[in-house]
T-cell receptor, first 112, second 110 residues
Framework: DGGITQSPKYLFRKEGQNVTLSCEQN?????MYWYRQDPGQGLRLIYY???????QKGDIAEGYSVSREKKESFPLTVTSAQKNPTAFYLC???????????FGDGTRLSIL | GESVGLHLPTLSVQEGDNSIINCAYS??????FIWYKQESGKGPQFIID?????DKRQGQRVTVLLNKTVKHLSLQIAATQPGDSAVYFC?????????FGQGTELSVKP
């Protein structure tokens, strides 16, 4: 079945460590997105990419980095500069920017 | 500023009743709106969308109403079932980016 796969489901980060969250889609979507969700809140946009080899900062990009080398993949790195990384991270994709975004089931990141 | 907000953080309904979840948006230039359902520990699931050139759109048991005059969006769920219990988010498309509200938690009593 087509869909978006995020891995791992749970991730733990040590102080000063960078971690990378995986997002893969086989929907042939051009656009991909990363969101952060904190408890009891809506989603906030971290980064988005409308086409391969191109991406833009969202509203809360500080402390995060991304790459878009392949259409199917949009990994997110949470760097040590992100001082409050504990959250639920969601990846989404869509055909175009004004089309419905389809989400993966998220990665929950915690600090050790 | 640009924001999407919900009038009620929680909504409790009896099984079989109709549910109405409301959402206010602040930017009159927004041209596309989406409702999502999120169950615990999962990603948001697309329910229904509506573009700004429409006032109403119906799906299976769901209807979205858009009132551009007062910048208000609502989601109506007919004959609410226990499986409808979840958090519902409205999202506003602004320049290719979705802006999400905080969500309304719908609880269905048997």
């Amino acid at each position: 079945d087509g869909g978006i796969t995020q891995s791992p489901k749970y991730l733990f980060r040590k102080e000063g460590q960078n971690v990378t969250l995986s997002c893969e889609q086989n929907l042939n979507h051009d656009a991909m997105y990363w969101y952060r969700q904190d408890p009891g809140q809506g989603l906030r946009l971290i980064y988005y990419s409308q086409i391969v080899n191109d991406f833009q900062k969202g509203d809360i990009a500080e402390g995060y980095s991304v790459s878009r080398e392949k259409k199917e993949s949009f990994p997110l790195t949470v760097t040590s500069a992100q001082k409050n990384p504990t959250a639920f991270y969601l990846c989404a994709s869509s055909f175009y920017s004004n089309q419905p975004q389809h989400f993966g089931d998220g990665t929950r990141l915690s600090i050790l | 500023g640009e924001s999407v907000g919900l009038h009620l953080p929680t909504l409790s309904v009896q099984e079989g009743d109709n549910s109405i979840i409301n959402c206010a948006y602040s930017n009159s230039a927004s041209d596309y709106f989406i409702w999502y359902k999120q169950e615990s520990g999962k990603g948001p699931q697309f329910i229904i969308d509506i573009r700004s050139n429409m006032d109403k759109r119906q799906g299976q048991r769901v209807t979205v109403l858009l009132n551009k005059t007062v910048k208000h969006l609502s989601l109506q769920i007919a004959a609410t079932q226990p499986g409808d219990s979840a958090v519902y988010f409205c999202a506003e498309n602004m320049g290719g980016k979705l802006i999400f509200g905080q969500g309304t938690e719908l609880s269905v009593k048997p």
